[in-house]
């Protein structure tokens, strides 16, 4: 009340503080703008994770306030073309995408050595849309012709039923190449990202609009980025257009992808001209360029 704001900007999760925007709008007359950064009651991800009878009766009455709170904002931003039409769609509100983009301070980073032995990373949280075997299976084709590499789900250990359906999916003669982290300091999971030859981005199954928050880490690494499987939609075009996308269909295709890339680090200065020929494509990707969205929005 003493700054008197013109607008203002609410950004979820955690979604109740959309109640402050509809509080601020009736109280004050103040217009905002409601920023989801992931979906509410509409999240296909997280009714997927926690899709119980209860879980469904708690969305109902979530989505009965998400319609009341979010009914006073002017206008909506989200993550994807396609998230920011569903939730415009239920809300019958404008809206815009605004990526999630990378922090510029990632495109500074120190280079360091890779690790000894070939690795292919995936760094984050792990859902059961995501399908795994598509990688084991190349990851089998590379071991029966003496290409082993080393797999990593950086992170995923976090949850531990998805732990346990990683474990249970790797034959045990592969379980001494695959390994299931905890979290790790932020810090110290980009370093081991940076180690990595290969970052791992994988399908959401059949839900589209899904641009993984991991994927502009991985942009700002620049590495190669194998989508195993493709999404065949957003994280596919951001790959293409960065020029450092690898997509796998088929166990085959990931092989020869696989055999490719081994054969192209055999250039020590692979990486760094990777890293450098991609630099000028993925910054209109930066936190930096995806703000000027908002400004723009606000103007």
């Known amino acids: 009340m003493q700054e008197k704001p013109e607008k203002l900007l609410i950004s979820g999760e955690p979604f109740y503080l959309f109640r402050l925007g509809y509080m601020l709008n009736k109280k004050l007359g103040i ?38 709170w979010v009914g006073t904002a002017n206008s909506v931003i989200s993550v994807s073309a396609h998230y920011t039409k569903r ?30 032995q070939f690795t292919v990373m995936y760094s984050g949280v792990l859902y059961p849309s995501q399908d795994i075997r598509l990688i084991l299976d190349v990851l089998e084709m590379c ?3 003496g290409r082993p590499f080393r797999l990593i789900f950086l992170g995923a250990g976090f949850d531990v039923k998805e732990k346990k359906r990683i474990e249970s ?9 695959v390994e299931v982290t905890d979290r790790f300091p932020r810090s110290e999971a980009i370093a081991m990202l940076q180690k990595a030859h290969v970052l791992l981005g994988i399908a959401y199954g059949n839900m589209k609009g899904i641009p993984s928050s991991k994927l502009y880490e991985y942009l700002a690494i620049g590495k190669p980025v194998l989508l195993c499987p493709t999404d065949d ?17 088929s166990p085959e295709i990931g092989f020869l992808i696989l055999k490719t890339l081994q054969e192209s680090y ?10 450098t020929n991609s630099r000028l494509n993925i910054l209109k990707y930066s936190r930096h360029n995806q703000m000027k969205k908002l400004v723009e929005q606000f103007n």
């Open 169 to 177: 999916l790797v034959p045990n003669h592969l379980k001494s190449f």
């Open 233 to 249: 939609d957003v994280m596919e075009r951001i790959l293409k257009d960065v020029n450092l996308g690898y997509f796998v269909k």
């Open 266 to 275: 055999e250039n020590p200065k692979f990486s760094e001209e990777l890293r």
């Open 143 to 145: 071991h029966r012709e």
């Open 87 to 116: 939730i415009c769609d239920f809300l019958n509100k404008p809206g815009i995408t605004v990526q999630n983009g990378f922090e510029e301070s990632l495109l500074d980073l120190p280079e360091l050595p890779l690790y000894d």
């Open 31 to 68: 217009s905002w703008i409601a920023d989801y950064r992931d979906d509410w009651s509409t999240n296909e991800l997280q009714m997927e994770k926690s899709g119980g009878a209860v879980r469904k009766w708690i969305a109902n009455i979530e989505s009965a306030y998400e319609r009341k």
